[in-house]
């Protein structure tokens, strides 16, 4: 086969890091992103801009790629699968709409006896108050959530306000004394075919992620059970590509998936310099139908995340022979945004 042409879906930092690492393998990459100032654009080869329900857009995008895939979970169903009967989408859009709805991906979860929090779905403020024996908790929007982004932290009924939009649909989670989250990233290139990263441990502020470590201090129990999940949840979905687990890990040593991201992940950006292959070129590698390569950590290494006014020092730093700093080219600094990361090897 000749080296196809990759087209991705979301122009932000990891359709770009996608981009970036397709461009070092010879696969050329189509970004079709809804923002005309995406990052994307200094990335891909080819950059379109226009409204994902666009139908001129689509045709536009799909007449240029010979495959197409996707940088965060948030596109309408509807549209993947108009895209996947011209040209495949992968990971396959069926999986898509299982995990942008907090409610089907925590079902799909514990169908597969996969330990999460406990939760209730919540349609009204009525169901909200039948349930406020789980408090306190977090009230989580069923869709479209990101980075904290619609969660209501509950801790007793008297924080049940008009503030809560009730308009939309949530569910209640059982907030539990957190003492470590982890995430395992896994590439899936076929029936029991991977390459699987070890747990990373991450530490967020205000609910963004900004640490990431290899390796995670956790014990060889937490570390083979977490793997063996995150290699169920992959053999379940029948998912090609780059997926990431996460996981908290509670003051008894209980493990809980949190949630799946079916994409390269914020948590594994770390894996460009820790390892001879990272997640962006896994995950090139297994929807382009590439050759798997043994995939081997060559550092111990730590990656922050530059959020916000945070980039303007790196821009000008002089950077020591171990430090890598990636600066996603955004237009803007706003507030809680991710600007950019830097990873720091252990050589
Ligand atoms: P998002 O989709 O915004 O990433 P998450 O469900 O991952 O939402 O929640 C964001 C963060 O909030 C988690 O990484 C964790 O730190 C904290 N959190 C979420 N749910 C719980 C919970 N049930 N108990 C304790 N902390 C939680
Ligand atoms: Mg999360």
Same mark, same amino acid.
């Given at each position: 086969?000749?080296?196809?042409?990759?087209?991705?879906? /979301?122009?932000?930092?990891?359709?770009?890091?996608?981009?970036?690492?397709? @461009?070092?393998?010879?696969?050329?990459?189509?970004?079709?992103?809804?923002?005309?100032?995406?990052?994307?654009?200094? =990335?891909?080869?080819?950059?379109?801009?226009?409204?994902? +329900? !666009?139908?001129?857009?689509?045709?536009? &995008?799909?007449?240029?790629?010979? #495959?197409?895939?996707?940088? =965060?979970?948030?596109?309408? =169903?509807?549209?993947? @699968?108009?895209? %996947?009967?011209?040209?495949?989408?992968?990971?396959?859009?069926?999986?898509?709409?299982?995990?942008?709805?907090?409610?089907?991906?925590?079902?799909?979860?514990? !169908?597969?006896?996969?330990?999460?929090?406990?939760?209730?779905?919540?349609?009204?403020?009525?169901?909200?108050?039948?349930? *406020?024996?789980?408090?306190?908790?977090? $009230?989580?929007?069923?869709?479209?959530?990101? !980075? /904290?982004?619609?969660?209501?932290?509950?801790?007793?009924?008297?924080?049940?306000?008009?503030?809560?939009? &009730?308009?939309?649909?949530?569910? $209640?989670?059982?907030?539990?004394?957190?003492?470590?989250?982890?995430?395992?990233?896994?590439?899936?290139?076929?029936?029991?075919?991977?390459?699987?990263?070890?747990?990373?441990?991450?530490?967020?502020?205000?609910?963004?992620?900004?640490?990431?470590?290899?390796?995670?201090?956790?014990? +060889?129990?937490?570390?083979?059970?977490?793997?063996?999940?995150?290699?169920?949840?992959?053999?379940?979905? +029948?998912?090609?590509?780059? $997926?990431?687990?996460? =996981?908290?890990?509670?003051?008894?040593?209980?493990?809980?998936?949190?949630?799946?991201?079916?994409?390269?992940?914020?948590? /594994?950006?770390?894996?460009?310099?820790?390892? %001879?292959?990272?997640?962006?070129?896994?995950?090139?590698?297994? *929807?382009?139908? $590439?050759?798997?390569?043994?995939?081997?950590?060559?550092?111990?290494?730590?990656?922050?995340?530059?959020?916000?006014?945070?980039?303007? #020092?790196?821009?000008?730093?002089?950077?020591? !022979?171990?430090?890598? &700093?990636? +600066?996603?080219?955004?237009?803007?600094?706003?507030?809680?945004?991710?600007?950019?990361?830097?990873?720091?090897?252990?050589?």
């Amino acid at each position: 086969m000749n080296t196809p042409t990759l087209g991705i879906i /979301g122009g932000g930092q990891l359709g770009s890091l996608i981009a970036d690492a397709a @461009k070092k393998i010879d696969i050329k990459t189509v970004i079709l992103s809804d923002d005309p100032n995406a990052p994307g654009k200094h =990335f891909a080869a080819k950059f379109i801009f226009g409204k994902y +329900d !666009d139908d001129t857009t689509i045709n536009n &995008f799909i007449n240029k790629v010979d #495959l197409v895939t996707y940088e =965060f979970e948030n596109i309408p =169903f509807t549209i993947l @699968k108009k895209i %996947n009967e011209k040209k495949k989408v992968l990971p396959k859009p069926e999986i898509n709409q299982l995990i942008q709805h907090r409610e089907t991906e925590k079902k799909f979860l514990n !169908d597969n006896n996969i330990t999460t929090t406990k939760y209730v779905t919540i349609k009204n403020e009525k169901d909200l108050r039948e349930n *406020v024996d789980l408090l306190p908790g977090l $009230l989580k929007t069923t869709t479209l959530g990101y !980075d /904290g982004k619609g969660q209501y932290k509950l801790n007793t009924v008297d924080d049940i306000t008009n503030e809560i939009d &009730f308009t939309k649909e949530y569910i $209640l989670e059982k907030l539990i004394h957190l003492k470590k989250e982890i995430s395992v990233v896994i590439t899936r290139y076929d029936q029991n075919s991977y390459e699987i990263y070890d747990p990373i441990e991450n530490i967020h502020k205000d609910q963004i992620l900004k640490y990431s470590t290899i390796p995670s201090d956790i014990s +060889d129990d937490i570390r083979i059970k977490s793997i063996g999940w995150a290699k169920l949840i992959a053999e379940r979905l +029948d998912y090609i590509g780059t $997926l990431c687990v996460e =996981f908290f890990i509670d003051a008894d040593d209980n493990l809980y998936s949190n949630e799946i991201a079916p994409r390269v992940h914020n948590s /594994g950006h770390l894996t460009m310099n820790s390892h %001879n292959i990272s997640q962006f070129e896994n995950h090139v590698r297994a *929807v382009c139908g $590439l050759e798997k390569i043994k995939t081997k950590k060559l550092y111990d290494a730590k990656m922050i995340n530059l959020i916000g006014d945070d980039i303007t #020092l790196y821009r000008n730093k002089t950077l020591k !022979d171990n430090e890598f &700093f990636y +600066d996603y080219l955004k237009t803007e600094i706003k507030n809680k945004r991710k600007m950019g990361h830097i990873t720091i090897i252990q050589k």
